[in-house]
C-alpha cells in the first residue's frame, strides 16, 4: 500500500485524487491532508481518511493532537505536516507560488513528487531540477507525454506536441475579448476546473505554462515544443519520434485517469473512465495556434525562453491580474496589458534560490496591484 500527503486536499485536483483513493482503499492510504484555508472541510476529510497529519497552511502557527491526528497551522505547520507524515508520495496540488516550496520539500523528504502545481516549474524550474527526485507530472497533457515515452522522461524524441482546447474564445480575435465577463469566460468548452485555471485555459496562459514545465521536465529546446489547438480534448498530447512516427494518448475528458495513474504507476487500475465509442462515429479536428489570438501564451513562451525570474514575475502578475478579472476591476484583456507592464519592468536575472524567488514574487504583485488600480480608478 502507497501513502499519500495531499497538499490542497479541498481543490479540483485534491477532491479527485481523494475519489481516486476512495475507490482504492486497498492500494492507497491518506497519511497527510493539507489544506489552504478551510479548516471546516479539512476536519470531515480528517474524520474520514484517519490520516497521521493535517494542516491548515493559513493562520497563525500552532500544533496539537486530535484523535490520532497531528494538527498544525500556518505554512511552516503545514511543511511540517508533510515531512513528518512519511508519505510515499507527495501529491502536490495546491495552486500558486506556495506550491513550490512543497515540491522542493517533496524531493529533500525522497517522496515521489506527484506535480499538479504548475507554479513549481514555472517559478522554480532551475531549483527543481538541481534537485535528485523522482517527479510524475499530474497534467493531463504531460502525463500523456510521459505515458508516450513510455514513463521516462530522458527518452529521446523529435517533437513535443502539446494539445490545447483552445478555450471558449478560440474562434475570436484577441481585439474583440474586452467586453467579456468573468462568466463567459469560465464556461470552459470541455473541463471543469478551479476559476484560475480556467481563466489561465482561455487566455492560453496555461498552455504557455505546460511549454515551459515541458522544457524542464523532459530536457526540451523550446523549438521542440509544439502547441495545436484540439478542440474536443480528446487527445490529450503527443510525443513525435526521429523516425516520423506519433504516438498520442487518447481519452474522454477526465482528471482521474492522469492522477490515478501518477499514484499507481507502473501499474494500471480500472477509474470508471467513461470509454471512447468506435461503434460511432466521430471526429478529432486539429488547429494551428495563431499566437497573435493569445498575447499571454506568447508573453509565457518569451519569459520561459528568456528563463531566470521573468516567468516568476508573470505568474506573481497574472494571479493579481486574473483576481481583479474576476471581481470586474479589469477587462480580460487587461489581464495581458498588466501581466506585460510588469514583465517588461522587471530587471532579469538568474534564478538561484526559492527567497529570492518569494522576494519577486512580492515585488511583482505589488507591482501588478498598482497597475490594476491604475486602470481601475481610471488614472
Same mark, same amino acid.
Given at each position: ?15 479527485? %485524487? ?42 497563525? !502557527? ?14 511552516? &505547520? ?18 500558486? =507560488? ?21 507554479? %513549481? ?15 510524475? !507530472? ?17 527518452? !529521446? ?7 490545447? #482546447?483552445? &478555450? ?20 470552459? @468548452? ?10 489561465? #485555459?482561455? %487566455? ?26 484540439? !478542440? ?33 504507476? @507502473? ?10 465509442? =468506435? ?6 479536428? =486539429? ?59 522587471? @530587471? ?30 481610471? %488614472?
Amino acid at each position: 500500500m502507497k501513502t499519500i500527503a495531499l497538499v490542497g486536499c479541498t481543490g479540483s485536483i485534491g477532491r479527485q %485524487t481523494l475519489s481516486v483513493v476512495r475507490r482504492n482503499p486497498f492500494k492507497f492510504k491518506i497519511n497527510c491532508l493539507v489544506a489552504n484555508t478551510s479548516a471546516a472541510k479539512l476536519g470531515e476529510l480528517v474524520q474520514e481518511f484517519q490520516p497521521l497529519t493535517a494542516a491548515v497552511a493559513s493562520g497563525a !502557527p500552532s500544533c496539537g493532537i486530535m484523535g490520532g491526528t497531528a494538527y498544525f497551522t500556518g505554512e511552516e &505547520g503545514a511543511l511540517r505536516a508533510v515531512e513528518e507524515s512519511g508519505a510515499d508520495i507527495v501529491v502536490v496540488a495546491c495552486g500558486g =507560488f506556495a506550491g513550490l516550496k512543497y515540491s522542493l520539500l517533496a524531493l529533500k523528504m525522497g517522496a515521489r513528487l506527484a506535480l499538479a502545481n504548475k507554479e %513549481t516549474l514555472v517559478c522554480g524550474g532551475e531549483l527543481v531540477m538541481r534537485r535528485h527526485g523522482e517527479i510524475v !507530472p499530474v497534467d493531463s497533457e504531460h502525463s500523456a507525454i510521459w505515458q508516450c515515452l513510455h514513463y521516462e522522461c530522458t527518452a !529521446p524524441f523529435k517533437n513535443l506536441i502539446i494539445t490545447a #482546447s483552445g &478555450g471558449p474564445f478560440r474562434d475570436k480575435n484577441f481585439e474583440e475579448l474586452d467586453g467579456v465577463t468573468p462568466e463567459q469566460a469560465l464556461n470552459h @468548452p470541455t473541463w471543469h476546473m478551479g476559476a484560475k485555471i480556467t481563466i489561465d #485555459s482561455a %487566455t492560453l496562459l496555461n498552455k504557455g505554462y505546460e511549454v515551459i514545465e515541458a522544457h524542464y521536465l523532459y530536457s526540451a529546446e523550446y523549438s521542440r515544443i509544439k502547441t495545436v489547438i484540439q !478542440p474536443q480534448s480528446i487527445i490529450h498530447s503527443m510525443v513525435e519520434f526521429e523516425d516520423g512516427a506519433i504516438l498520442a494518448q487518447l481519452s474522454n475528458p477526465t482528471m482521474e485517469l492522469p492522477i490515478q495513474l501518477a499514484l499507481s504507476y @507502473p501499474d494500471r487500475y480500472d477509474c470508471g473512465l467513461k470509454p471512447l465509442d =468506435f461503434s460511432k462515429a466521430f471526429s478529432l479536428d =486539429f488547429i494551428p495556434l495563431d499566437r497573435k489570438k493569445y498575447p499571454m501564451y506568447d508573453l509565457a513562451i518569451t519569459c520561459g525562453e528568456e528563463g531566470g525570474i521573468l516567468p516568476t514575475a508573470l505568474n506573481a502578475a497574472s494571479e493579481e491580474a486574473v483576481h481583479a478579472f474576476l471581481n470586474k476591476q479589469i477587462t480580460f484583456c487587461d489581464i495581458w496589458r498588466v501581466s506585460r507592464e510588469v514583465v517588461e519592468g522587471t @530587471p532579469n536575472r538568474r534564478a538561484i534560490t526559492y527567497e529570492q524567488l518569494a522576494e519577486v514574487d512580492k515585488v511583482a504583485r505589488a507591482a501588478a496591484q498598482k497597475a490594476i488600480s491604475k486602470r481601475y480608478n481610471g %488614472t
